[in-house]
């Protein structure tokens, strides 16, 4: 037996309740032991293993499972700020409240015997600043492969994660593609292993949800190479994907014949535009035409750009998720609203950049259409008269 206050209760099992349903974790199945002065509670995983904790007045010990849907049913239905009591009784377990603790919700409990949570040794660790884990992978979310593409081609499960790596100056770079569009981001001030690693995004946001933005971060490595997440009273263990991510970078260029430059977000409301007029189709198509820049919708829009352009600016095409990405992406760096698109071919992908900034790499891989084809044809006969 133990007594805890619902609010305490309430945040932890929230957490650890997201973190299970977002991580890739297939039982669902939930912990709760006592040890000592503390309150556990964990789930174990193939890909990631989570345990917070939390000091209690404990009179009893218990170790107890049950799913992670009974548990965030009956804990939330518990009354707010108000002293709690876990007990094991011989008919089961229960929450008990109120005056003398007589106000009472049954647990459903399961026959499961509580596996422990080990952390494997490190061998190197090292300490990040606060909020930095939750920032790349917000950053990167959108850049992995749906897990359901995944299901259906096991070339592809390495494009789930995100890749770790150490960059030349010895400093953390982070890089993700779903095939169709690429990002690398290369960190200042966050240490990295010598290792190469590649983690599931859904393993990471797992790891994310019970960790607090504003709290301290310890980062180790196994000689397996798991890493573990400690934060606090929260440790996760995460299972590396095999493989690497395609590294990509060669792809992004800046010396390229024809550059469009464009307020970054007009070009976010450019997207939700075209996603508004053709939401079965949404392609950003982008057409020069007598020194004006057009956005095309075919037989629906032809809007004139405010922007501008540099060299021979080809007719191009690409999602409009895609772009609004990048877009937003880019919107880390607080100090421009500008953004570059760098062109050479409307087959090639097209990269997105801000002026005198490299920390980050992006590009986006066009979609070859007829009006683009078309566009493109017209434009090469009429600079042959000429």
């Not at 049954?106 to 499961?112: R, T």
């Not at 593609?177 to 190469?196: C, P, R, V």
């Amino acid at each position: 037996m133990l007594m805890i206050s619902s609010g305490v209760l309430k945040n932890l099992v929230e957490m650890l309740v997201k973190s299970a349903r977002n991580s890739s974790k297939t039982d669902k199945l939930i912990y709760l032991k006592t040890d000592g002065e503390f309150l556990k509670l964990y789930f174990h995983g193939e890909d990631l293993s989570v345990e917070k904790k939390i000091i209690a007045e404990i009179e009893e010990d218990f170790e107890i499972a049950t799913s992670i849907s009974e548990l965030d049913t009956k804990v939330k239905a518990l009354p707010d700020a108000i002293l709690i009591k876990l007990m094991r009784t011989e008919d089961g377990f229960y929450i008990k409240w109120g005056d003398y603790f007589t106000s009472q919700l049954k647990l459903e409990i399961l026959p499961e015997t509580a596996p422990i949570l080990t952390v494997p040794a490190l061998t190197t660790s090292f300490k990040w600043a606060q909020g930095k884990l939750n920032e790349l992978v917000k950053s990167l979310q959108s850049f992995v492969i749906e897990p359901s593409i995944a299901q259906m081609d096991a070339k592809k499960v390495i494009l789930l994660g995100l890749n770790f790596a150490k960059n030349q100056n010895g400093k953390l770079v982070v890089h993700a593609t779903d095939s169709h569009k690429y990002a690398s981001i290369n960190t200042m001030d966050l240490e990295w292993f010598d290792e190469n690693v590649v983690l599931d995004m859904r393993t990471l946001t797992g790891v994310c949800n019970v960790i607090a933005k504003d709290a301290g971060l310890e980062i180790g490595i196994t000689k397996d190479q798991y890493i573990v997440f400690r934060s606090g009273y929260t440790t996760a263990v995460c299972k590396p994907l095999v493989g690497n991510v395609p590294n990509l970078c060669h792809l992004y260029k800046t010396e390229t014949t024809a550059k469009l430059l464009i307020d970054r977000l007009e070009l976010v409301k450019l997207c939700d535009r075209v996603n508004l007029l053709s939401p079965t189709s949404p392609i950003l198509i982008i057409e020069e035409s007598a020194g004006k820049i057009h956005c095309i919708v075919p037989g629906t829009l032809d809007m004139d750009l405010r922007c501008s352009y540099e060299g021979t600016l080809p007719a191009f095409a690409m999602s409009y998720k895609h772009v609004k990405e990048a877009a937003n992406l880019l919107s880390s760096y607080k100090d421009s609203d500008e953004i570059i698109l760098y062109i050479d071919s409307p087959n090639e992908p097209i990269s997105f950049g801000v002026e005198g900034k490299d920390e980050m790499k992006i590009f986006v891989c066009p979609h070859r259409i007829p009006y683009v084809v078309e566009s493109n044809k017209k434009k090469k006969k009429v600079l042959v008269k000429n």
